[in-house]
């Protein structure tokens, strides 16, 4: 269990405290509601969301995105207070239940999948004083977060795969050995050794996501320096720009790249580079987010780098479309 749970109750289990008023249904959940980055905070008056609980949460669920050239918040924050929490907002696909009870002898947090509707993801957190929430939300804000965004890769994933580009899949499957979704409009624009470029390209807009490969030697090359040397590399042999002389690149000093490992990778262990890429010797950009991790089906290292480009738009949403792209993957056994 994470130290971060380590002073409170955590449980799983259908509780009164948060499901109340329905009882769970064992039939097939409506599809949930709610768009793309969006959380649903149900508050019990609304003096919480103007005072400390309300900035806390605004403060961690609204902070920027990283990587973003214009500024956008990790998610939109709504709320609704609790009397007016009705059937169809108990449908949102991300929902935060505040809970201050003064009488409550130790703090609860607890959390519920596919309650009401799916994909849905559940927080409830209980506390005896505003200090007390305050304290339990930071320390846990990422494990929140992190749920969240896992429950709108989720709904992309959904609609994705019903609408996909079969010759693509089988394409990348044959030349790399994974297997991922790949809808339509997407198509495979290069694919040569160690190097394959998806894209979808429309007038004002671009989405890809390339996968790089690399013979593993040892695991210096999970260093943020040695996966951003390669990647540069690849990128400027691969992806040429449109005027003399340019290559797309990473941006390391206007928005310097930033390296987290993850350990909820599809397929487990991977380092996450958050950050922004250029065309060198030219006028464009825009963000972009890899993930690099050990195949050892073909003892190979991967990076697969989700990126768009819209200029002067927002990109957020579009971003999670391609990073979603990447959390679909799997390496089969061989056969």
């Known amino acids: 269990m994470s130290n971060k749970f380590s002073f409170l109750i955590v449980t799983f289990l259908v509780s009164s405290l948060l499901f109340s008023c329905t009882q769970k249904s064992k039939t097939r959940k409506p599809r949930s509601i709610g768009n793309t980055s969006e959380i649903l905070v149900v508050i019990q008056n609304e003096n919480q969301w103007d005072d400390t609980i309300g900035i806390t949460i605004k403060n961690n669920f609204g902070k920027d995105q990283y990587g973003l050239n214009q500024s956008e918040p990790l998610f939109?924050?709504?709320?609704?207070?609790?009397?007016?929490?009705?059937?169809?907002?108990?449908?949102?696909?991300?929902?935060?239940?505040?809970?201050?009870?003064?009488n409550a002898e130790k703090p609860v947090l607890e959390h519920q999948d596919d309650f009401w509707a799916a994909p849905q993801s559940i927080y409830k957190l209980t506390a005896s004083s505003e200090d007390e929430f305050v304290k339990i939300f930071n320390n846990n804000a990422e494990i929140f977060i992190e749920s969240y965004q896992q429950t709108d890769r989720e709904r992309?994933?959904?609609?994705?795969?019903?609408?996909?580009?079969?010759?693509?899949?089988?394409?990348?499957?044959k030349s790399?050995?994974?297997?991922?979704?790949?809808?339509?409009?997407?198509?495979?624009?290069?694919?040569?050794?160690?190097?394959v470029w998806i894209r979808k390209e429309q007038v004002d807009m671009s989405q890809a996501v390339i996968i790089i490969s690399a013979d593993y030697q040892d695991t210096a090359q999970f260093s943020k320096a040695s996966i951003l040397s390669r990647t540069k590399t690849a990128l400027k042999n691969n992806i040429p720009g449109a005027v003399y002389n340019s290559y797309m690149s990473i941006d390391e000093e206007f928005i310097p790249p930033m390296a987290k490992n993850i350990s909820n990778f599809p397929l487990g262990y991977a380092i996450e580079i958050s950050g922004t890429w250029v065309v060198e010797n030219d006028f464009m950009g825009g963000p972009f987010k890899s993930y690099t991790f050990f195949d050892d089906k073909s003892n190979k290292i991967i990076t697969m780098m989700a990126y768009v480009y819209k200029p002067s738009e927002r990109k957020r949403d579009l971003l999670k479309q391609v990073e979603a792209l990447i959390y679909s993957i799997k390496i089969p056994k061989q056969d």
């Open 176 to 195: 790399t050995g994974i297997e991922m979704v790949i809808p339509n409009g997407f198509y495979v624009a290069k694919d040569i050794k160690n190097f």
């Open 76 to 102: 939109k924050v709504s709320h609704v207070l609790k009397n007016s929490f009705s059937d169809l907002l108990r449908k949102h696909h991300n929902l935060f239940v505040v809970n201050i009870d003064r």
């Open 156 to 173: 992309i994933l959904e609609l994705f795969r019903t609408q996909q580009n079969g010759d693509a899949v089988a394409q990348v499957k």
